[in-house]
């Protein structure tokens, strides 16, 4: 049977890093979202859900049973009346963004994981609302580059490790492929599913998330201080195939 609610992470789960879901992609969450509630959560802010899935999929699609959780759980939008509707937003103010920005510079230099006198594709540190987040190569670098910047996670790990301590009071997480992600203290992807399963009136039990990242240090592994169920998936494709079997 299918789940009540279904979580997908974005990058790396329903698409690749910052790129647009494939047609079969935006196909198959258009059937299942006639079937049940959809909720796909990631560090990106609005507009890249909006770009990378919901700009992609059909007229026909049921948008209202679909729930968008940006900048890691931060923010929760939900479609009414034809427009996207905030429910929350556990924003930063102007100050703690200002700290958390020149935490991650003193991080940068500290571990040289990235020279900011370098040349990049676009703003290395962007400013969320609820999330600030580094972006090592620039938030627009080709997809190609930010595979090979860090594949073991290793220079990810080291900005963690070395902002961390700098701010005791927010939540320092690796992001995506070349980024780290800073929220309030707790606020976090078991923050946003919480949120939206009261927002819903759904047991957390009777949730199911699906996500690329849910080992050890991964950016999916917040989800187990929640009671959803889990399904770790490789790539978009296996993605793919696992929602034609849920449709079955």
Known sequence: MTPPLIIFDLDGTLAESKQAVTPEMAALL???????????????????????????LSGE???????????SGASLYEYRGCDWRKVYEERLTEEEMR?????????????????FSAPAYGERIEYR????????LGQHAPLDKKLLW??????????R???????????????GKTSVDITKQGVDKAYGI??????????ESAALYVGDELGPGGNDEAVYKT?????????????AKFIVSLLA
């Open 194 to 203: 919480h949120q939206l399963c009261e927002r819903l009136g759904i047991k």
């Open 161 to 175: 490790a070395a902002i961390a301590p700098q701010l005791p009071g927010f939540s320092v997480k690796i992001g």
């Open 30 to 56: 258009a059937r299942l979202l006639a079937e049940t509630y959809v909720g796909i959560i990631s560090g990106g802010a609005l507009q890249q859900f909006l770009k990378q899935v919901v700009d992609r």
């Open 227 to 239: 009671d959803a169920k889990t399904k770790a998936v490789k790539d978009p494709s296996e993605t």
């Open 129 to 136: 609302g609820g999330q600030v987040t580094l972006s090592a």
């Open 61 to 71: 699609a049921d948008k209202s049973k679909l729930y968008l959780l940006p900048t």
């Open 150 to 159: 860090d594949p073991t996670r290793a220079k990810r790990e080291a900005l």
């Open 99 to 115: 700290t958390i920005a020149a935490a991650m510079r003193v991080a940068a230099s500290e571990t040289h994981a990235i020279d």
